[in-house]
């Protein structure tokens, strides 16, 4: 069974600096994408920035110039480096990966449970 564990949430002034991180544990075969979400009160959860298989990077507008995600595939692991954050960053922040967990199985999408990111002087 696969698990995503993020970590690296906190309270920080605007201007601060957070990273996240994610971790996949378990069984995994291959990865096909990774994703952060993210999800105000009241909001939608909106896609905030991607890693496609191959390298590809996507980010959301609002945080382009801002925000870096990166990943060490060798450990399975995720990160967003978030810079200059503003209060409308505030969120909880959830990682998504798209992955084949065997050879035999048909991808699927894993969730995270969640880190809490508030931004408030």
């Known amino acids: 069974q696969v698990q995503l564990v993020e970590s690296g949430g906190g309270v920080v002034q605007p201007g601060g600096s957070l990273t996240l991180s994610c971790v996949a544990s378990g069984t995994i075969y291959d990865i096909y994408a990774m994703r952060w979400y993210r999800q105000a009160p009241g909001n939608e959860r909106e896609e905030v920035a991607a890693i496609i298989r191959g390298g590809n990077r996507q980010y959301a507008e609002a945080v382009k110039g801002r925000f870096t995600i990166s990943s060490d595939n060798a450990k399975n692991t995720l990160y967003l480096q978030m810079n200059n954050l503003k209060p409308e960053d505030t969120a909880v922040y959830y990682c998504?990966?798209?992955?084949?967990?065997?050879?035999?199985?048909?991808?699927?999408?894993?969730w995270g449970q969640g880190t809490q990111v508030t931004i408030s002087s």
């Open positions: 998504n990966f798209y992955l084949k967990p065997e050879a035999r199985t048909s991808a699927q999408i894993y």
